[in-house]
């Protein structure tokens, strides 16, 4: 099982950028879906999720300005950024929580890590 992630950028404060994630390989199904970020210096934190039914939760940080989104047929997640700030630049990745068949409890992948640079 793979996650390949896409979609960073540079951009300017204000502008958007949507980041695009998909599985690939062999498994049974996914649970939920999620973008974390991790800014030099600091933890990784968690952006947003997402659950296999289409329940989201953001960080209070993005809220009104992110918005992920899921497809379940093409096995993906994205997240698209809006209004962007000086502060959203990190290295962003999306994870899944992936079954392997039916009856495994799911496992945690990780995509690389794609780079978000916002300048001022």
């Known amino acids: 099982v793979q996650l390949q992630a896409s979609g960073g950028g540079l951009v300017q404060a204000g502008g958007s950028l949507r980041l695009s994630c998909e599985a690939s390989?062999?498994?049974?199904?996914?649970?939920?879906m999620g973008w974390y970020r991790q800014a030099p210096g600091k933890q990784r934190e968690l952006v947003a999720v997402?659950?296999?039914?289409?329940?989201?939760n953001y960080v209070d940080s993005v809220k009104g300005r992110f918005t992920i989104s899921r497809d379940n047929t093409k096995k993906s997640v994205a997240l698209q950024m809006n209004s962007l700030k000086v502060e959203d630049t990190a290295v962003y990745y999306c994870?899944?929580?992936?079954?392997?068949?039916?009856?495994?409890?799911?496992?945690?992948?990780w995509g690389q890590g794609t780079q978000v640079t916002v300048s001022s």
């Open positions: 994870n899944a929580d992936i079954r392997p068949r039916w009856f495994n409890s799911p496992t945690t992948y």
């Open positions: 390989g062999r498994f049974f199904s996914i649970d939920d």
């Open positions: 997402i659950s296999s039914g289409g329940d989201t």
